[in-house]
T-cell receptor, first 112, second 114 residues
Framework: GESVGLHLPTLSVQEGDNSIINCAYSNSASDYFIWYKQESGKGPQFIIDIRSNMDKRQGQRVTVLLNKTVKHLSLQIAATQPGDSAVYFCAENHSGTYKYIFGTGTRLKVLA | GAGVSQSPSNKVTEKGKDVELRCDPISGHTALYWYRQSLGQGLEFLIYFQGNSAPDKSGLPSDRFSAERTGGSVSTLTIQRTQQEDSAVYLC????????????FGPGTRLLVL
């Protein structure tokens, strides 16, 4: 994806509200998608994944939605907590290849 | 279980010096990737190892960068004659052999070239 340099898109939400983070993926042949969370000074942490034969997948407090028609992926976080503050980015992969395409990310700020 | 580990966690060096960054992948993971992450930027692919196959080095930015993977496990990324633009976070990730599987990342090495 395109780089947005130092100015990542930022989503600010009140503690307890739901968060929705979006990602437009680039390759219509991609069939595997991952959401990562990256806290300041740490490596990316796997949150949830989804394959293209599914539209929705739920984890603990998180849901990933996949819309293949418009090449859109979203991450929903329920009852957002201060510990959810981080940069979230998506990754896409075509199962016939070993390369992943990464988004530049969205910074989530949780307001107390 | 143990995740991907990297060392050192931070490295400050002077311009022109060589540095070595180490990655220990998850046990049993045959695929290993190195990425570079500059401030506020997405992940830049550097190199990919899979088992005993020849690595994909297409992402290495210059011939000052090289990487090895010994015994199909530990990997070392070497940057020779470091430049200030090499300052970044270097991330290692590993996954199981199959495509379309999750990569798991290490904590990264934060490199600062003065």
């Amino acid at each position: 994806g395109e780089s947005v340099g130092l100015h990542l898109p930022t989503l600010s939400v009140q503690e307890g509200d739901n968060s929705i983070i979006n990602c437009a993926y680039s390759n219509s042949a991609s069939d595997y998608f991952i959401w990562y969370k990256q806290e300041s000074g740490k490596g990316p942490q796997f949150i949830i994944d989804i394959r293209s034969n599914m539209d929705k997948r739920q984890g603990q407090r998180v849901t990933v939605l996949l819309n293949k028609t418009v090449k859109h992926l979203s991450l929903q976080i329920a009852a957002t907590q201060p510990g959810d503050s981080a940069v979230y980015f998506c990754a896409e992969n075509h199962s016939g290849t070993y390369k992943y395409i990464f988004g530049t990310g969205t910074r989530l700020k949780v307001l107390a | 279980g143990a995740g991907v580990s990297q060392s050192p966690s931070n490295k400050v060096t002077e311009k022109g010096k060589d540095v070595e960054l180490r990655c220990d992948p998850i046990s049993g993971h045959t695929a290993l990737y190195w990425y570079r992450q500059s401030l506020g930027q997405g992940l830049e692919f550097l190199i990919y190892f899979q088992g005993n196959s020849a690595p994909d080095k297409s992402g290495l930015p210059s011939d000052r960068f090289s990487a090895e993977r010994t015994g199909g496990s530990v990997s070392t990324l070497t940057i020779q004659r470091t430049q200030q633009e090499d300052s970044a976070v270097y991330l290692c990730a590993s996954r199981t052999a199959g495509f379309g599987e999750t990569q798991y990342f290490g904590p990264g090495t934060r490199l600062l070239v003065l």
